[in-house]
Every structure is written in C-alpha cells, then in structure tokens.
Nanobody, 121 residues
Framework: EVQLVESGGGLVQPGGSLRLSCAAS????????MSWFRQAPGKEREWVSC????????YYADSVKGRFTISRDNAKNTVYLQMNSLKPEDTAVYYC??????????????WGQGTQVSVSS
C-alpha cells in the first residue's frame, strides 16, 4: 500500500520557521521526483517546490523562493520542506506528492493527506 504521511505542521508566528516531513512507503521512493503543494482556504491547490530523485535539481514557486528549502533523504524515504521567514499568506494545508518520473514533470501520482500550517500572531 502506498503511503505518504506528512508531519511537522503547526501554528507559528510571522517570521518563524517550520520543517515539514513526508515519510513515504509502498513504492520506490528513490526513483521518483517529489513535490510539495499547498492549499489555502477558498483557494486552488498551489505547487510549492519539487526535487529530483537525488536532490540535484530543486525548483520553487516564486512566492517561496529564498525562504523555503526542499530536501530528501532516500535512505529514510523522506522528503522535507524547511520553511523560514513565514508569512500569514503561507497559511495552508501542505501536501507532499510523488511524481511519475525521476525528474520534476509536474505529473504527480501519489498524494499525502496533508498537514496544516498556520502563520499568525
């Protein structure tokens, strides 16, 4: 059974940091690019970041570039999203997703259940 389990969300003040984790199982994690998406209340789901299979290529949405860092540990089947300098507009449910190929194609296959991130004073 394929599983993607996100964790690390929570409530943080503006300017604070959080580190999200996504633990994968049930598929060859190291063979697929991994992405993070987010969805704020009343808004469409938004792509945030993607990393290729070995972490050599990383991509970011303009809205998070310079503040967020994606990484992965293939030995632990886990992808991370380090979020710094958080803003209220970063408030959303964050999802990790597995791509269908080894590079960031934007064509996702598997999804996690999401973790809530709230940025508020």
């Amino acid at each position: 059974e394929v599983q993607l389990v996100e964790s690390g969300g929570g409530l943080v003040q503006p300017g604070g940091s959080l580190r999200l984790s996504c633990a994968a199982s049930g598929f060859p994690f190291s063979s697929f690019a991994m992405s993070w998406f987010r969805q704020a209340p009343g808004k469409e789901r938004e792509w945030v970041s993607c990393t290729s299979v070995r972490g050599g290529s990383m991509y970011y949405a303009d809205s998070v570039k310079g503040r967020f860092t994606i990484s992965r540990d293939n030995a632990k089947n886990t992808v991370y999203l380090q979020m710094n300098s958080l803003k209220p507009e970063d408030t959303a449910v964050y999802y990790c997703a597995a791509d269908r190929v080894y590079f960031c194609s934007g064509n996702t296959n598997y999804w996690g259940q999401g973790t809530q991130v709230s940025v508020s004073s």
